[in-house]
């Protein structure tokens, strides 16, 4: 999984017919210097573009972050809220899943190298390339465990 340049991004684009929008590259700027273990939304990156001046149509975040996703370039994940999150896909060793409650959204990341090794084998031996191997687990923390004791 390579990392992505704008000048890639531009090169794999232009390969299947599409152009690298300024819209594009702006959207592939902010995930290249998101904080490790940040997730957006699409309404997150939305409004964090709003406040920095950037004015991008919501149904252009969508677009792109879809596109960017089926290119292997995010992560696209799904997490106890109800709608989607996105974070740039890493190359391994950067590889890695997610354990979140279901009652307070609390998130932990964690790496597992036999979850890859497993996604990737059985990709091999389809004759698939593999773009990204991630597990989510749905749990509740001990927090929210103990606030469903009867008191």
Known sequence: MPIYTAASLKAELNEKGWRLTPQRETILQVFQNLAEGKHLSAEDLYYMLQNEG???????????????????ILRELELAEGHKH????????????????????????????????IG???????GYHLLDCQLTIHAVCP?????????
Not at 54 to 72: D, F, N, V, W
Not at 120 to 126: D, G, I, P, R
Not at 143 to 151: E, F, M
């Open 86 to 117: 996105y974070e740039l896909n890493q190359p391994y060793p950067y590889h890695h899943h997610h354990l979140i409650c279901v009652r307070c959204n609390k998130m932990i990341e964690f790496k597992s190298e036999p979850i890859l090794k």
């Open 54 to 72: 950037e004015h991008i149509s919501l149904s252009t975040i969508y677009r792109t972050l879809k596109l960017m996703a089926r290119m292997g």
């Open 120 to 126: 990737s084998k059985t990709a091999q031996k389809e």
């Open 143 to 151: 927090t929210c465990q103990r606030s469903l004791l009867p008191a």
